[in-house]
């Protein structure tokens, strides 16, 4: 290992025993009337990365992926099965808060503990005890045994004890939501000025914004194995699409099951003999019937029924009709809305210069939107069929709810294709 080489990890791997049938008592044990089989589920298989001092590295991935388990190895709170762990420098870490802290003891007396499992020493800690504590906003209650904290103090003394060692190295792991807003920039403040000090940083969060701005290198982590890594974001967008991806067909296939079990829920029934639109009231659905709407949908660009929209994919948006009287024009129109009813889009055929004068007593029309663009958030339809006086024969506000998912991070309704230039 290099003198700028911090920490290296080489073909780590770290599994844990799942038992299929574990015995629970003594008497289970001794008997053995249970089974004592199991399966290895490897946290980690076969691990390899390099960082550098002052470097910021995170570390991304879903729960289960592998994330804390590496720092716990860092920390050697755990120790691998394989491969060689290698760590120059004063580690702090910011995992497990308060592992150290009794409860009997004052907030004062844990510093003087939980300082020096960090490593420092008795003089250290009283140079720096006054700066933990008012660090940790505690005040008077610093006298007070932990016990009579709540988990916010508590985690506010830990994390205050932890980020004030002045570590070479410093393990964050899901805590930087601790305490206020006004704590929580304090505490970004407090890790910003590590990095410009030359601190070696390495964090765990789902917070991918975080990532971004304060990290160097990414480490994408999948079922306990490196999948990618690299500068902060394009790694992250990588995962980010990943993610999205995930959410998408995890939603389609909740909806599926969910039609599949309750299919009338998602219809407007209705018959020749007496028009049930029972599913609506006369707020949310109007019009003379003398065509009626019995039913509409969403299908994503594989044709299937859905109510989760992928952004900038081809979307259909169909509109089952039932001829009950003949008209002489019928016009067919839709709208989208935002959650709080504001109009974002609504069209119809007859603005788009398609006149419809016949058609077969029972019909489908679609109507196709190519590049859906639309940001992330949730949406509304509106379906409609009204005769050439714009009289509606069978027009249904709010039929149904569906979200969208955007890989574009801008703010608003729209993505908009476009670039900068700077000269």
């Not at 038992?19 to 289970?28: F, G, S």
């Not at 003394?157 to 206020?180: K, M, R, W, Y």
């Amino acid at each position: 290992m290099d003198n700028q080489t911090v920490i290296s990890i080489k073909n780590v791997s770290k599994a844990f025993k799942i038992y299929r049938d574990k015995p629970l008592t003594i008497k289970e044990k001794i008997l053995k009337l249970r089974s004592n089989e199991y399966s290895n589920f490897y946290a980690l298989n076969d691990v390899s990365l390099d960082i550098q001092r002052g470097e910021t590295i995170g570390l991304i991935g879903h729960n289960g992926c592998g994330k804390s388990t590496l720092l716990k190895l860092i920390t050697k709170i755990l120790y691998p099965d394989s491969g060689e762990i290698k760590v120059n420098g004063r580690i702090s870490s910011l995992i497990e808060l308060g592992a150290g802290f009794h409860p009997d003891f004052t907030g004062r007396e844990n510093i003087y503990i939980n300082a020096s499992i960090f490593g420092l020493s008795r003089r250290e800690i009283n140079e720096k005890i006054d700066e933990i504590i008012e660090f940790s906003e505690l005040g008077e209650f610093i006298e007070n045994p932990v016990r009579t904290y709540s988990s916010g103090m508590y985690m506010r003394l830990a994390f205050s004890v932890a980020i004030n060692v002045e570590p070479e190295i410093l393990l964050i792991d899901e805590i930087l939501s601790v305490g206020d807003a006004n704590f929580q920039k304090k505490c970004y403040e407090k890790i910003e000025g590590f990095k410009r000090d030359g601190a070696t940083i390495v964090i765990v969060t789902h917070d991918l914004g975080t990532i971004e701005k304060i990290c160097d290198r990414v480490y994408w982590l999948n079922e306990g194995c490196v999948i990618e890594h690299g500068e902060a974001d394009r790694v992250v967008n990588l995962y980010t699409q990943r993610m999205n991806k995930q959410y998408i067909n995890q939603r389609q296939e909740e909806y599926r099951k969910e039609s599949e079990s309750n299919d009338s829920a998602t219809k407007v029934e209705s018959s020749q003999d007496d028009n049930d639109v029972s599913s609506f009231t006369d707020e949310t659905r109007w019009g003379s019937k003398e065509v009626i709407i019995t039913e509409a949908r969403i299908l994503n660009q594989l044709r299937e029924n859905t109510n989760i929209v992928a952004a900038g994919e081809l979307i259909t948006i169909e509109i089952d009709y039932k001829i009950i009287k003949p008209q002489k024009e019928y016009i067919f129109g839709v709208g989208i809305y935002t959650s709080d009813k504001v109009l974002v889009y609504g069209n119809n055929t007859q603005l788009d210069k398609l006149k419809i004068q016949s058609l077969n007593q029972n019909g489908t029309v679609k109507f196709y939107i190519h590049d859906f663009n639309l940001l992330t958030g949730n949406y509304k339809l509106n379906v409609a069929i009204v005769d050439d006086n714009h009289i509606a024969l069978d027009f249904i506000k709010f039929y149904m709810d569906f979200s969208v998912v955007s890989n574009d991070k801008a703010v608003g309704l729209f993505s908009i294709n476009h670039n900068w230039e700077v000269n």
